[in-house]
């Protein structure tokens, strides 16, 4: 969970260090990979399109570490390089794993304490956790909003468990309608139901 708040601040900010040229591998099944403009991941059944010209800082901001305890950072594109400084919001999409500890049993278990942890970082509920639907894969979605000089920051994160983890998709931007473009490229693979 701290992940992708820390990955989201820093990245706002401008680069220090130059890009590093090799990574551990995770141990989260097929990490997912980014083709003609889509990011697919086969593990977790999901695939997001990549607005055109933003930019993917996935590897820069990666734990390096191969603990399987840890959050793994799975997508992290940017409107902009934090060098290029702008007068809005530097939108972002941070998607992360994160194994799911002991008696967490829904994606709103896991979300108490990401609603905790988002809060503590300066941002408002908008207002309780909902469930919310991509077709047929069931979400629980979070909004939140935090000032950021005379701007405002809104952030929604939306949270699904699957195969031991939980996924949250973090989206970072200046007005509600981006969100919602935001969220739109986002697509589940079909799942046949459960029985």
């Not at 799911?100 to 709103?108: L, R």
């Not at 979300?111 to 956790?129: H, I, N, V």
């Amino acid at each position: 969970m701290l992940l992708m708040f820390a990955a989201v601040l820093w990245a706002q900010q401008p680069a220090s260090s130059p890009r590093r040229a090799s990574k551990a591998k995770t141990t989260i099944p097929d990490p997912g990979a980014i083709s003609n403009g889509v990011y697919r991941n086969s593990a977790f059944g999901f695939s997001y399109k990549i607005p055109y010209g933003w930019v993917d800082r996935t590897a820069d901001m990666q734990d390096e570490s191969a603990e399987t305890s840890k959050s793994r950072l799975l997508l992290a594109i940017f409107e902009r390089p934090p060098e290029a400084s702008g007068e809005t919001i530097n939108s972002a999409v941070v998607i992360a794993a994160e194994p799911i500890t002991a008696g967490t049993k829904s994606a709103a278990e896991y979300f108490e304490s990401l609603s905790a942890l988002t809060t503590a970082k300066g941002f408002e509920e908008k207002e309780e956790p909902q469930d919310f639907s991509i077709g047929m894969t069931k979400l629980v979605r979070g909004d939140f909003s935090r000032a950021r000089g005379t701007l405002t920051m809104r952030q929604t994160s939306l949270v699904m468990l699957e195969k031991g983890y939980a996924v949250s998709f973090t989206f970072i931007v200046g007005s509600e309608d981006d969100v919602n473009e935001l969220i739109e490229k986002l697509s589940f693979v079909a799942r046949k139901p459960q029985r």
